[in-house]
């Protein structure tokens, strides 16, 4: 079996940690931890909604990422509150909104925005999926606090119909492999980044033939992959908010 740079075997995530209320402020938050990349996720809630949803009984959630300048060997430029995102931050910050939306019954929410903050603190890839994994659960503490105070409808499980978890999985030299890294990522011949809900239901699949093309068999390799990740990173969602 190949062996990668970090000792892992092709169908090993790296070590995961994810930190329940890593922040104070927020109605939930943590720190998720993948391998060298690391994201804090907060979630906040506030009555109002869209103008396009008032009136409807529905909310919303949406999503905001950010990496910080330090997050990398270089430096990279930050990105001013009140100018136009970047287009890889916008579609980022897309995917993780629409990730979140499809696990949670707006109707049940009412008129209520929760906003999912992304801060990429270092990065090492898998930024986007980390973002994903470790919002799902920042929601999750944000619903059950909201709860607890008033904010939010009881019956969480109305609110957060199950869980959803993302991971990146590639071919690297010919090779399938589960949840690149940077180095991995950066001379993959294809990757794709997979969200996924528990019971098994594909959100999002993004697959990219970056160096030659792949094959549907590819592909599928790929997704198998995936889920065994998807399935392990569930495990640590469940255990970091307590059940």
């Known amino acids: 079996?190949?062996?990668?740079?970090?000792?892992?075997?092709?169908?090993?995530?790296?070590?995961?940690?994810?930190t329940p209320h890593f922040q104070s402020f927020p109605a939930g938050s943590v720190l998720i931890e993948c391998g060298g990349t690391r994201v804090i996720c907060a979630a906040s809630i506030e009555a109002r909604v869209p103008p396009f949803l008032v009136g409807s009984g529905k909310g919303w959630v949406t999503a905001e990422y950010s990496m910080l300048p330090s997050s990398t060997p270089t430096r990279s430029q930050r990105e001013t509150t009140?100018?136009?995102p970047q287009g890889r931050t916008q579609e980022i910050q897309r995917l993780i909104g629409r990730s979140l939306r499809a696990i949670v019954d707006l109707q049940a929410l009412g008129e209520r925005t929760i906003t999912l903050d992304c801060d990429v603190i270092e990065a090492d890839g898998g930024t986007r999926t980390a973002s994903i994994t470790g919002g799902v659960v920042a929601l999750g503490l944000a619903v059950r606090k909201g709860q607890q105070e008033g904010l939010v409808p009881k019956g969480e499980s109305r609110?957060?119909?199950?869980?959803?978890?993302?991971?990146?999985?590639?071919?690297?030299?010919g090779v399938p492999m589960l949840d690149l890294n940077y180095a991995e990522d950066s001379k993959a011949d294809a990757d794709c980044n997979?969200?996924?809900?528990?019971?098994?239901?594909?959100?999002?699949?993004?697959?990219?033939?970056?160096?030659?093309?792949?094959s549907r068999d590819e592909l599928n390799?790929?997704?198998?992959?995936?889920?065994?990740?998807?399935?392990?990173?569930?495990?640590?969602?469940?255990?970091?908010?307590?059940?």
Do not use: Y
Request: overall charge positive; hydrophobic content about 40%.
């Open 221 to 243: 390799t790929l997704l198998n992959l995936a889920n065994k990740g998807i399935n392990e990173l569930m495990r640590l969602q469940k255990e970091a908010l307590g059940g």
């Open 82 to 84: 009140g100018s136009k």
């Open 159 to 173: 609110i957060i119909k199950q869980l959803l978890a993302a991971v990146s999985v590639g071919i690297v030299n």
């Open 1 to 18: 079996m190949t062996t990668r740079t970090d000792g892992r075997s092709p169908d090993m995530l790296r070590p995961v940690t994810i």
């Open 194 to 214: 997979v969200v996924q809900t528990e019971g098994g239901w594909l959100v999002e699949v993004q697959a990219t033939a970056e160096r030659k093309p792949f």
